[in-house]
């Protein structure tokens, strides 16, 4: 059974804090991965996507992956109201093609 | 540009009537995806469409879910005899070429609910 394995919270940070939101997969065969936020009774949006060990960076997200301990992050820094929301991570299916397995997501609060 | 859509936005209906849920993807996107949320989960994965044929039906739970592509873009989602573990968001996505790099973007969901 492939798996992803999210924290599902909640987790609560004031603004202008780093958020850290951490996620684990069982495929080894997975090569992407996504961070999609989701604010409540809407759909997910992408944040990031990764698909080589290391750091990504996009304005005040980085993204990181480490394909050795299947462990996938994602670091919110200056963490604002507006980034109030569950965070889902997912990761390729390996064989199939496209296929996203989701974790359960991680809701973050930031609070004023 | 015009994202994903989906119709209907809510659905209710009685348990084991059949229903149908239509989703319009991205212009020229050549993959499909169907998903379903549960409260409080993330997102499973029901059927993958590459064109007009499904290239992934692993994740439809079983043969009272099917779901067709005919002319490779609207697709629609068909459940026959409901029931009431079946209400859930279902969600659509869908991506330029169905690669394991693609990004999959989501239309809003239909919320169908089993009564």
């Known amino acids: 059974q492939k798996e992803v394995e999210q924290n599902s919270g909640p987790l609560s940070v004031p603004e202008g804090a780093i958020a850290s939101l951490n996620c684990t997969y069982s495929?080894?065969?997975?090569?992407?991965f996504f961070w999609y936020r989701q604010y409540s009774g809407k759909s997910p949006e992408l944040i990031m996507s990764i698909y080589s060990n290391g750091d990504k960076e996009d304005g005040r997200f980085t993204a990181q992956l480490n394909k050795a301990s299947q462990y996938v992050s994602l670091l919110i820094r200056d963490s604002q109201p507006s980034d109030s929301a569950t965070y889902l991570c997912?990761?390729?299916?390996?064989?199939?093609?496209?296929?996203?397995?989701f974790g359960k997501g991680t809701k973050l609060s930031v609070k004023p | 540009g015009a994202g994903v859509s989906q119709t209907p936005s809510n659905k209710v209906t009685e348990k084991g009537k059949y229903v149908e849920l239509r989703c319009d993807p991205i212009s020229g996107h050549t993959a499909l995806y169907w998903y379903r949320q549960s409260l409080g989960q993330g997102p499973e994965f029901l059927i993958y469409f590459q064109g007009t044929g499904a290239a992934d039906d692993s994740g439809l739970p079983n043969d009272r879910f099917f779901a067709v592509r005919p002319e490779g873009s609207v697709s629609t989602l068909k459940i026959q005899r409901t029931e009431r573990g079946d209400s859930a968001v279902y969600l659509c996505a869908s991506s330029p070429y169905g690669s394991e790099a693609d990004t999959q973007y989501f239309g809003p969901g239909t919320r169908l609910t089993v009564l």
């Open positions: 997912a990761g390729t299916g390996g064989g199939s093609q496209g296929n996203l397995i």
């Open positions: 495929d080894r065969g997975s090569q992407s």
